[in-house]
């Protein structure tokens, strides 16, 4: 193997899900929202260990790495539903492989 095999790029697949997926939570969040959109209160009930100031950050970061979509609905009171990105979506082979309960177990 040379050089160039061992390097790999953030255009990399793998250092991708590396990255994305590391931490205790990302994961977690990922994985409740690989099929279907969801409100905050709704992932903090799906995930009842993590905090409300926790799954913020990592929604926020999530949301900035442009992994999840963040809709805001202009109703009262404000209505915010949370769904994968099309980038997001390429990570739901690696997360179906994980079959959620090596996830949950984590906790």
């Given at each position: 193997?040379?050089?160039?095999?061992?390097?790999?790029?953030?255009?990399c697949?793998?250092?991708?899900?590396l990255?994305?997926?590391?931490?205790?939570?990302k994961?977690?969040?990922?994985?409740?929202?690989?099929?279907?959109?969801?409100?905050?209160?709704?992932?903090?009930?799906?995930?009842?260990a993590?905090?409300?100031?926790?799954?913020?950050?990592?929604?926020?970061?999530?949301?900035?790495?442009?992994?999840?979509?963040?809709?805001?609905?202009?109703?009262?009171?404000?209505?915010?539903?949370y769904?994968?990105?099309?980038?997001?979506l390429?990570l739901?082979?690696?997360?179906?492989?994980?079959?959620g309960?090596?996830?949950?177990?984590?906790?």
């Amino acid at each position: 193997m040379n050089n160039e095999d061992q390097r790999c790029s953030f255009d990399c697949p793998m250092e991708v899900a590396l990255e994305v997926l590391g931490g205790k939570w990302k994961g977690l969040i990922l994985y409740q929202l690989r099929g279907d959109t969801r409100r905050f209160n709704e992932l903090k009930r799906l995930i009842p260990a993590i905090t409300q100031r926790m799954l913020t950050k990592q929604l926020r970061e999530l949301e900035a790495d442009r992994i999840v979509h963040r809709k805001i609905f202009q109703e009262i009171p404000p209505k915010v539903e949370y769904s994968l990105t099309r980038f997001g979506l390429t990570l739901t082979p690696i997360l179906d492989a994980c079959s959620g309960q090596v996830l949950l177990e984590r906790i």
